[in-house]
């Protein structure tokens, strides 16, 4: 079945950056794009990107053009999300999820990244 | 890009229908059949229940359905039952190749 397993929680500084990895299995991983969404503690979710594994291709929300960077390894199957510049506002559960057309049709289990000094 | 436009609550009693909106434009779910549908339990990831505005995956029952006029798009839950308490998030197609989330309902069973 498919799974995806997300990278373990995060503390980091305002201003620094934050990588977060996203393991992919059960399915052809160069098949499927791959969705970055992020939760902050009792608000709503919030679609930040997305990344081709085949080509390597991202589409970004406007919100966070030149602030995410999505990469991939083929080889480890394994999707990366980096974010830069962080402010406190960032602290948020981040989730990569399997999209299907466009749905989002399977979710890691979230990766908690707190933004504080 | 701002988000589409979900109640923030809804409630239902058991066996009760709800229906759940979504309000988007014309750029994202007026223009495109691509309006999903996730529910989310406290702790847990979300779960895709409606896809391509009507369609369910498989294992999702046929008490969840979705449906869509104009920029408006809809989820009903038929046969409330406790399990369904959570939260539900609209997502849609929005142009060049990104997505938007609804701000979110919480649906309570009374």
New interface residues.
């Given amino acids: 079945q498919v799974q995806l397993v997300q990278s373990g929680a995060e503390v980091k500084k305002p201003g620094a950056s934050v990588k977060v990895s996203c393991e992919a299995s059960g399915y052809i991983f160069t098949a499927s794009y791959m969705h970055w969404v992020r939760q902050a503690p009792g608000q709503g979710l919030e679609w930040m990107g997305r990344i081709n594994p085949d080509s390597g291709v991202t589409n970004f929300a406007q919100k966070f053009q030149g602030r995410v960077t999505l990469t991939r390894d083929k080889s480890s199957r394994t999707v990366y999300m980096e974010l830069s510049g962080l402010r406190s506002d960032d602290t948020a559960i981040y989730f990569c999820t399997r999209g299907n057309t466009e749905y989002l049709q399977d979710w890691g289990q979230g990766t908690l990244v707190t933004a504080s000094s | ?1 701002s ?1 589409l436009a979900q109640p923030r609550s809804v409630s239902g009693s058991p066996g009760q229908s709800v229906t759940i909106s979504c309000t988007g434009t014309s750029s994202d779910v007026g223009g ?1 059949d ?1 309006v ?1 549908w ?1 529910q ?1 339990h406290p702790g847990r ?4 229940l409606i ?2 505005v009507t369609k369910r ?1 498989s294992g999702v029952p046929d008490r969840f359905s979705g449906s869509k006029s104009g920029n408006t798009a809809s989820l009903t839950i038929s046969g409330l039952q406790s399990e369904d308490e959570a ?1 539900y ?1 609209c ?1 849609s ?1 929005a142009g ?9 309902t919480k649906l309570t069973v009374l």
């Fill in positions: 890009q988000a495109y691509y999903s996730y989310q990831a979300p779960k895709v896809y391509d995956p939260d998030y997502c197609y060049s190749y990104t997505l938007v989330f609804g701000g979110g």
